[in-house]
């Protein structure tokens, strides 16, 4: 008889460790669910802190940049004034080179994100992802057309400038043969107009309005 409150006890155990199971079970299960509504809440956070820099920052940035450069289009009515130019775009392209720089970095986080396989998130991320490359390549196009252009312009400035030269300095030889008509100066003279006439086909004058 007193055994049988033991041999009960010993029934009873079995059915303590189930619920015991069972209750820590519960727990880990929640704790998962936990873990996991955190990261998606950190992903949607991240989704938007995204979203909002995109729309704020980077977009009015560009639309910014792409305004400067479309109302200055200026080439310089000479060397100098083209050198002026070029150096200023130099450095506004380096600024501009941050924002691009800025674009990928957000872009990058943007494919993470899309990386984590969620639906909802690739929904909407992806097309601002490729919206963002878009304006980034346009305006680094925009940045190299402008480069292009200028440089060509101190080359064209630079060979006009030459040009002017050339002729400044024939009309002054040939002001001189007309007042030297000596025989012994001829031989002479000969030798500089071959040696002027040499020097103007190196001016390369009909490639100084070629522009892309």
Known sequence: ILAK???FGVIVDPHSVVVNTSSRKGKSTF??????LRSRLLQISQHRCSSISYDLQLQSSFARHLLYLEEHRAIGDSVQAAEILADQHEQYTKVVLEDITAAKALKNAGEELISANDAGIM?????KCDELERMADALNGA???RSTVLRMSVG?????SHANSWCKKGVGMLS???LDVSAASASSSLAKMDEFLDEGSRLQVSNVFIFP
């Open 176 to 178: 001189s043969m007309l």
């Open 143 to 145: 940045l190299q057309r």
């Open 5 to 7: 409150p033991f041999c």
């Open 123 to 127: 929904g909407s991320l992806l097309p």
């Open 156 to 160: 064209m400035h630079t060979q006009i």
């Open 31 to 36: 704790d998962r669910h936990r873990r996991n």
